[in-house]
């Protein structure tokens, strides 16, 4: 729907008056094309961020009971088959081989959840294109598991896309939790794919998330931050999002 926008943006700007405004949670953007005015509504993006574990889906799980929003989990079941493969657990056996396949993929899908279409005026996001490659893109490349070609092709390729599609996120949720608390909850969910994960991988990547959102000394960070501290157990959890139920639905002003 934004490239449809940003399409039209483009091809009427010389005809007519073209105006995005922004209200609450809506971007409401009138466009003039063929006689008539077209008005669009661009949904406002939460991506929930956070380590391996954090609570991420347990997060949007609650919040899909909420009216006016659309959840979107990470996409897993695709990285663990596609056409009958899995990248993910590929990934995990041999990182330098196939971090780049799953890396590409995920890419991908993620790009496709931030593009779908959907009828609420609010997108709930699991992670974002951004984290797939500030995180875990980096933190192949950092620890010497993704050769240097390989992430020069992807950079590119990240590169290309956020420079020439919009991909809009509003408000930027960090679970934060420590790696002690994410490795005991992922021994409890037991996912196949993540038993060979150890402590030292949660806190390389825990250390990435922080420099991310909280230092904000490495990379861009495309919206404003609202940390949450998600050590918690699952009824206090529930009391913090209840305490920035407001913040969180007001998409911004952190
Ligand atoms: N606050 C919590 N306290 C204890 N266990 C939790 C809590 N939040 C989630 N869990 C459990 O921890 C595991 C990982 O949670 P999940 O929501 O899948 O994390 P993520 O989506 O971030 O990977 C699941 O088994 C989930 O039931
Ligand atoms: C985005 C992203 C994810 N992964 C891996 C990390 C985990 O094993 C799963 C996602 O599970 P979570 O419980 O939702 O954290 O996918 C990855 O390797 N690369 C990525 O970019």
Redesign the pocket.
Known sequence: MYMYILCSISSTASLCNTCITSHFNYATLFTYSSHMYILHTIPSTICIE????????????YFSKTSNIEVL??PVSKWRNVRGHNPLGLMYQDPTRWGITLQTYIQLTMLDQHLSTISAPMRMM?RSIYSAKYIFVENLYRSGKMPEVDFAVLSEWFEWITQNIAIPVDLIVY?QSSPQ??HE??K??CREEEKIIPLEYLEAIHQLYEDWLIKKTSFNVPAPVLVIS?????Q??ILQYEENREKILSGSNV
């Open positions: 956070g380590n391996i574990a954090s609570g991420k889906t347990t997060c949007l799980e989990t990470e699991e679970l608390t994410c909850r992922l409890e969910r998600a050590d918690d157990d699952l206090k959890m």
